[in-house]
Nanobody, 123 residues
Framework: QVQLVESGGGLVQAGGSLRLSCAAS????????MGWFRQAPGKERELVAG????????????SVKGRFTISRDNVRDNAKDTTYLQMNSLKPEDTAAYYC????????????WGQGTQVTVSS
């Protein structure tokens, strides 16, 4: 059973940085795409960043380009896969619950989700 566990959220001042981690286990992740989503109160959930298995493909929402970096560590053990979201120059509008998600193929929907981690940016 695939499990995704996020960590690294917290409270930070505007302009600061945080790094989120997503530890994936219980599956073979050689074909999975990973994504970071966020949802602020009263807003739709949005895809913030995505990454392919080798890191050759990445995606960033316009609102985070140049500030956030997604990366993935799966070299040492295919059964364990950790995806990171380095968030720099944080803004109050980045405040949201952040969720890690996985999908099996490019065409699939994100079908596996973590429990979420809260990021709060104070002005």
């Amino acid at each position: 059973q695939v499990q995704l566990v996020e960590s690294g959220g917290g409270l930070v001042q505007a302009g600061g940085s945080l790094r989120l981690s997503c530890a994936a286990s219980g599956g073979t992740f050689s074909s999975y795409r990973m994504g970071w989503f966020r949802q602020a109160p009263g807003k739709e959930r949005e895809l913030v960043a995505g990454i392919g298995y080798t890191g050759g493909w990445t995606y960033y929402a316009d609102s985070v380009k140049g500030r956030f970096t997604i990366s993935r560590d799966n070299v040492r053990d295919n059964a364990k896969d950790t995806t990171y979201l380095q968030m720099n120059s944080l803004k109050p509008e980045d405040t949201a619950a952040y969720y890690c998600a996985a999908k099996l193929t490019i065409a699939a929907e994100y079908g596996y989700w973590g429990q979420g981690t809260q990021v709060t940016v104070s002005s």
